[in-house]
Nanobody, 115 residues
Framework: QVELVESGGGWVQPGGSLTLSCAAS????????MAWFRQASGKERDIVAT????????YYADSVKGRFTISRDNAKNSVYLQMNSLKPEDTAVYYC????????WGQGTQVTVSS
């Protein structure tokens, strides 16, 4: 079982940047692809980005391509999401999980983009 703790969210003006972090526990972290997901108020949870277990392969949703960068540090059991050029439509609760996701979700971290 993997336990996940997300952090780094907050309020930022449009055009700003944030870096999210996810600390994962569990023996299977380093052998699995990881992903960031987000859920806006009243909407379903969507995938944002994924990273292979080696870190060499990544995927981005079209809505964040060119603005977000996913990375991981297997030695620290951590995965990160660097978010630049943030837009109001990026406002959501952000979660990390394996890819595909396990049934265990963390509490997420709120990102609010507004002026």
């Amino acid at each position: 079982q993997v336990e996940l703790v997300e952090s780094g969210g907050g309020w930022v003006q449009p055009g700003g940047s944030l870096t999210l972090s996810c600390a994962a526990s569990g023996r299977t972290f380093s052998s699995r692809p990881m992903a960031w997901f987000r859920q806006a108020s009243g909407k379903e949870r969507d995938i944002v980005a994924t990273v292979s277990w080696t870190g060499g392969g990544t995927y981005y949703a079209d809505s964040v391509k060119g603005r977000f960068t996913i990375s991981r540090d297997n030695a620290k059991n951590s995965v990160y999401l660097q978010m630049n050029s943030l837009k109001p439509e990026d406002t959501a609760v952000y979660y990390c999980n394996t890819s595909p996701p396990t049934r265990t979700w963390g509490q997420g971290t709120q990102v609010t983009v507004s002026s």
